[in-house]
Each structure stands twice: as structure tokens, then as C-alpha cells.
């Protein structure tokens, strides 16, 4: 017996990273899975792998969300579960965000969550219910410098967690939301996109750089993050929702002054 056997679930931003490791480990529990995403290449690879439905879907286009969940349900039928994973993220300083960049992070992290809600929370009420794991961050929580549209983007995403998870409880649906540290990504480590970079060597250095921020000393994983969302799409979150779940190695516990 698998943990989703038998769920539709959703996964946008699957084509890699943690959305790909979700969309991995949730086949492996016995779902049908829809890889969601705009890197179509990657994405229909990950699906063909999977045995797994790959739709094309920009999360901050509600045309594109109305497409995908005409694709699904004519595939299956039916939508039991929804990962807003998708995100990007940009650096700046506040004053130096250009308008356009603010805008282009909010339209995907904080309207692609949005959209998703509106749009899939119908279609998995009228399968009876079920679950919406939204991705935020550790910066839905704290301040980090040089990322604040991005940070506000997550603050935004808890909000929505809660907010949908107080008005859908009654349709059987449970809200929820991740909150990951630093996460060994191509988000994270670039090094991962490009040919002649060797992964494995950043990843090092990444461990190396958090051993002195995070207690469990080491850049996350993103089968570990993996892990927390499917707990969080099965039964065994049950009696959860409108929460959000820090996975970051202690990093926000606090500080060592020693
Ligand atoms: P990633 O860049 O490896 O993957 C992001 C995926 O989202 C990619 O496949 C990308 O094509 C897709 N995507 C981007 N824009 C999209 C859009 N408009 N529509 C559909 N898909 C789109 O990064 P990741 O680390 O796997 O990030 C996954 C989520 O985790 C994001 O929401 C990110 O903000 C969050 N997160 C990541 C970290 C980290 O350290 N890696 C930490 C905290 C939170």
C-alpha cells in the first residue's frame, strides 16, 4: 500500500528540484501525478519516467491553470491533491528592485499560489476532498537581506495557507505550508544548470558555507523536503491544516554566540 494510492495530485514547478523529487517520491506512494510546468522538455522527461501526465502551465496565467486542470481531469477524472511548488527568486536590495522584477516574483510565487487555490480547490472538493501543500520558505518567516521580494512573496504565501485553509475545511480540504531553509536546487546551487560545472563540488561548498548558519550543518536536501510534502498531502496529517512547517536544519532556531 502506497500513501496516495490511487490520488491525483498536482505538482507545478516539477520539472526539477524539489517539484521533481515531489513528483518522484509521490509516484513511488501509488499517485497519479501531473508534472506541471514551463520547462516543457525537462518536464515531459520527468513524466515519461514517471508514467506520469506532463501539462504545460505558467502558474501566474489563469488561462494556463483553466487548460491544465481541462488536461487532468480529462486524463483522470479527477484532482485530489495540489503542490503550489513553483517559485523564482531574484536579488536585489529593496531600492534597487526595479518595478518589473517586484511584479515578475509576485506574479509567479504569490498569484501562481493564488490561482491554484481558486482554481483547483473545486475540482478536490467535488472528489471529496483532500489536500493544497503551498511552497513558502524560511524567509516566510524572517527577514534576509537582498531577497525581499522574494521574502514577501512567502509572507504572502502564509497568508494564503491560512487564509484557505479557514474557508475550505468545510469542503475537506486541508491547507498547508512548507518552509524550507536552503535547499540544494539549481534555486540554490546553479552550478546544477550548467554542463561543464561539476554539482557535486558546489553542493561541498554549500555544506560548507551553512555548517557555520544552520545547526544540522549542511544545505538541505530535496528528497528531504519531499518527504515533509508528502507527509503532508497523505493521511498522516490528517488532523492539520492552515499550519506552516519550517524544514532548515534549525537555522531558525536562533543564534550560537559561542
Ligand atoms: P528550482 O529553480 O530548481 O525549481 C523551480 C521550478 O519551478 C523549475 O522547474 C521552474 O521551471 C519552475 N517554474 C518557475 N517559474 C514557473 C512558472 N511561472 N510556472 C510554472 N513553473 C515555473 O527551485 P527549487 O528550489 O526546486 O524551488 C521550489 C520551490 O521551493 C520554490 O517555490 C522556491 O521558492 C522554494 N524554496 C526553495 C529553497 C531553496 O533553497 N532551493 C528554499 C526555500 C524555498
Given at each position: 500500500m502506497g500513501k496516495l494510492d490511487g490520488r491525483v495530485v498536482i505538482v507545478t514547478?516539477?520539472?526539477?528540484g524539489q517539484g521533481e523529487q515531489e513528483a518522484r517520491l509521490f509516484a513511488a506512494e501509488g499517485a497519479r501525478v501531473v508534472v506541471a510546468d514551463v520547462l516543457d522538455d525537462r518536464g515531459e522527461d520527468v513524466a515519461k519516467e514517471l508514467d506520469a501526465l506532463y501539462v504545460h502551465l505558467d502558474v501566474g496565467r489563469e488561462d494556463d491553470w483553466g487548460a491544465a486542470v481541462a488536461a487532468v481531469k480529462g486524463a483522470?477524472?479527477?484532482?485530489d491533491g495540489l503542490v503550489n511548488n513553483a517559485g523564482i527568486l531574484r536579488f536585489n536590495a529593496l531600492v534597487d528592485t526595479p518595478l518589473d522584477e517586484f511584479l515578475q516574483v509576485v506574479q509567479v510565487n504569490q498569484v501562481g499560489c493564488f490561482l491554484g487555490i481558486k482554481t483547483v480547490a473545486g475540482e478536490i472538493a467535488a472528489a471529496g476532498g483532500g489536500t493544497i501543500v503551498n511552497t513558502a520558505s524560511y524567509t516566510a518567516l524572517t527577514g534576509m537581506a537582498a531577497v525581499g521580494t522574494y521574502t514577501a512573496t512567502k509572507h504572502a504565501i502564509l497568508g494564503l495557507t491560512r487564509v484557505a485553509a479557514l474557508e475550505l475545511a468545510h469542503q475537506r480540504i486541508r491547507v498547508n505550508a512548507i518552509c524550507p531553509g536552503a535547499v540544494d536546487t539549481p534555486m540554490s546551487n546553479?552550478?546544477?544548470?550548467?554542463?561543464?560545472?561539476?554539482p557535486e563540488e558546489m553542493t561541498r561548498a554549500l555544506d560548507e558555507l551553512y555548517s557555520k548558519l544552520v545547526p544540522l550543518g549542511r544545505v538541505g536536501r530535496p528528497e528531504e523536503v519531499a518527504r515533509l510534502a508528502l507527509f503532508l498531502t497523505?493521511?498522516?496529517?490528517?488532523?492539520?491544516?492552515?499550519q506552516p512547517f519550517v524544514i532548515d536544519?534549525?537555522?531558525?532556531a536562533g543564534v550560537s554566540v559561542i
Open positions: 514547478g516539477a520539472a526539477r483522470y477524472g479527477r484532482i546553479p552550478a546544477q544548470l550548467d554542463p561543464t560545472a561539476d497523505s493521511e498522516d496529517s490528517s488532523y492539520i491544516t492552515g536544519g534549525g537555522w531558525l
